[in-house]
């Protein structure tokens, strides 16, 4: 019988074999997944075929990026159905048609900024976008920064540096934004989201989160609300440390919790847990998917286990459908 997650209003049911795939294709490490105006998915891995496209009952669509994308990281989509591919393996950020069209490309392919030097690009990690079209990038593993761009790729400004105080960043991992313009940023080993201004003043932060990985605002203009992906611990001191995660949380736009999913038993790859929730994206009907990158995480996770073979095949990808009973 599929896991039920969560609980009350936030319900949700874990559906067995999302992804159909062609035989002999897999997903490897999904490092984030988009879904637009169609419910169709896009899932952005670091497999052979980087953007797998899949409709919203799993069935397979089409691919694209084989040869283009280096290291997926993070995926966005406007109301236009343009797709913004954060490549950290080549410091760039693509936007791109539905079916793969490249219509803009942001930073230089293969040509990182030096190491934290606050400069667009080191290893950037995810996008989103203002009401007016604006880019916001994370920078993100080799920077700690936000960079802000005009719709056509001009950079307007950048603001973070280093640190543990209000505005500054240890690992600026994944970018949202909601429909009044502020700034919402997973500060991720700062175990906090930092909220800004669209001008990039900083705002108030929500702790009692562990790693957040993941972000998505979903909910609507008038009441936004965030998923949250949660890394579970990453240290071997408290590698078996319960309720630590990996879980999604979920909450409200003053960062108060009102549902959490999973993680207080660990890390799995039975149903119902998860490895490293690492990308987030809802449908119009409010089901989630949930992009993991388990074989990246597995040997952090599980250092004396033998990585079982849908870590590598089908299992970085979950759908979770809201009871709606």
């Known amino acids: 019988m599929p896991a039920i997650l969560g609980s009350g209003e936030h319900r949700y049911r874990v559906v067995e074999k999302f992804a159909k795939l062609p035989d002999g294709w897999q997903l490897t490490d ?59 393996g080549d410091h760039t950020v693509r936007k791109c048609t539905t079916d793969g069209k490249v219509l ?12 934290m030097s606050g400069e667009p690009f080191h290893r950037c990690t995810h996008t989103a976008l ?5 880019i916001y990038v994370s920078d ?12 056509g790729g001009k950079l307007i400004k950048s603001w973070g540096e280093p ?8 690992i600026v991992h994944n970018i949202a934004t909601d429909a009044d313009g502020w700034v919402y940023v997973a500060d991720r080993e700062n175990h906090r989201v930092q909220v800004f201004n669209g001008e990039g003043k900083y705002e108030t932060q929500w702790n009692n989160l562990h790693r957040p990985c993941a972000l998505c605002c979903c909910g609507g203009a008038k009441s936004p609300t965030f998923v949250i992906g949660e890394l579970g611990p990453g240290l071997a001191i408290n590698r078996n440390v319960p309720n630590l995660g990996p879980r999604l949380s979920i909450v409200d736009a003053q960062g108060k919790r009102i549902a959490r999913l999973g ?21 119009s009907k409010g089901d989630i998917y949930v ?35």
């Open 30 to 88: 999904v490092a984030s997944v988009a879904v637009d105006s169609k419910d169709r998915v896009y899932v952005f891995n670091r497999g052979a075929h980087p953007m797998v496209v899949l409709d919203r009952d799993g069935n397979f669509l089409r691919s694209f990026g084989e040869g283009l994308f280096s290291r997926a990281h993070g995926l966005h989509i406007d109301a236009d159905d343009n797709l913004y591919c954060t490549d950290d």
């Open 104 to 115: 803009l490309t942001i930073g230089i392919p293969a040509k990182p900024a030096p190491f």
């Open 130 to 134: 203002s009401p007016k079209g604006e």
């Open 140 to 151: 993100g593993y080799g920077n700690a920064r936000v960079h802000k761009f005009t719709p």
């Open 163 to 170: 640190g543990t105080d209000p505005g500054q960043f240890n």
């Open 263 to 283: 993680g207080e038993e660990g890390p799995g790859v039975a149903s119902g847990k998860f490895l490293a929730p690492h990308g987030i994206a809802l449908d």
């Open 291 to 325: 992009g993991e990158v388990g074989v990246t995480n597995w040997e952090t996770s599980f250092p004396d286990e033998e990585m079982p073979t849908a870590v590598r095949t089908t299992r970085c990808l979950q759908k979770l459908e809201r009871v709606r009973e």
